[in-house]
């Protein structure tokens, strides 16, 4: 048998020869690694809002001529038109949807803005904002070290002073800016849409909001007070979380004449009820009406036009609406 001498030297250089064209393969050029850590980090686009995601899935779902485009102190929105299917219209209506609700809502918003043109009246119904009416969270301290816990060592350069923790008022500061940026897009978006009703020649606006949308219905005609707008109608109003004008403190400050619609089956609801009544007499507002509706959730269908007899009833005798 033939053996080969030199074989364990042979085999220790080729194992040498192909650990270095490793170590050469993994290491990168200067220029390489110049450029790895020029390189920024990508940002990412910020989130779409989840009402504007809704008022696109609206825009592929319902017919163009529904659908109008207007501006908000620069910002554009969608907003949901129908005419009234009358030769001589009564007025316009402009509906404004609660927290978590599209311009066309299945509850209430949508089933009113469909049925309304049918009693003399033009529907607008606007898409709102996300709310942003929720605290912001806050900063929370580092833990303490454990007991018997080694403190970390000090380095033996002068440290570098620490920065003055943010005062703890600092994230109320921004909570607090968050929503009075929120209230005046709220307020732009229904300028916008006051001043669309206008143009198609009403004689008559009324502002209808839903749930969180009946607060700042209310909101805005306590504090904007526009003189084309003297009709509000609130429909199971709700307060939006984080806002500290209450309700009542709103209506008091009302020249509108306003129709007030609950749901009586709740006994919360009904007690919240009586006090805004107690309070209209109070303040002998010129013309409040309060209006108590059965919740039917085995029955949306006649619970919708159950609710929308007794708008349009509202709508006949205090806007005008019968003339």
Known sequence: MTRFRHSPRYVLCLALLAGSLSAQ??????????EKADAKPEQRAPLAERSDLE??????????????RLDAAGTQFLALWLPANDPAPKGAVVL??????????????GPLRQKLPDAGWHSLSLSLPDPQGANLPLRVAEPPAAAGEAPAEKSAEPATPEPTPAPATEPAQNAEAARAAHVERVFARIDAG????????????????????????????????????????????????GFESPINDLLTQLKASVGDFYYRDSPTARQAALLRKQLSQRQKQPAFVQVGLDALPGNPAVGEEQLFRRLRGWLDKQAGGGK
């Open 25 to 34: 393969g993994e290491q990168s050029t200067p220029a390489e690694a110049g």
């Open 55 to 68: 008022a696109l899935a609206l825009e592929r779902q319902l017919a163009a001529n529904e659908q109008q």
């Open 96 to 109: 404004l949807p609660g927290d978590d609700e599209s311009a066309d809502a299945p509850r209430v918003i």
């Open 194 to 241: 006051i001043a669309f009703a206008a143009q198609q020649q009403a004689k008559t606006v009324v502002l209808l909001g839903h749930g969180s949308g009946a607060y700042w219905a209310a909101r805005y005609i306590a504090e904007r007070k526009p003189a084309n707008v003297t009709h509000l109608l609130l429909v199971d109003i709700h307060q939006p979380e």
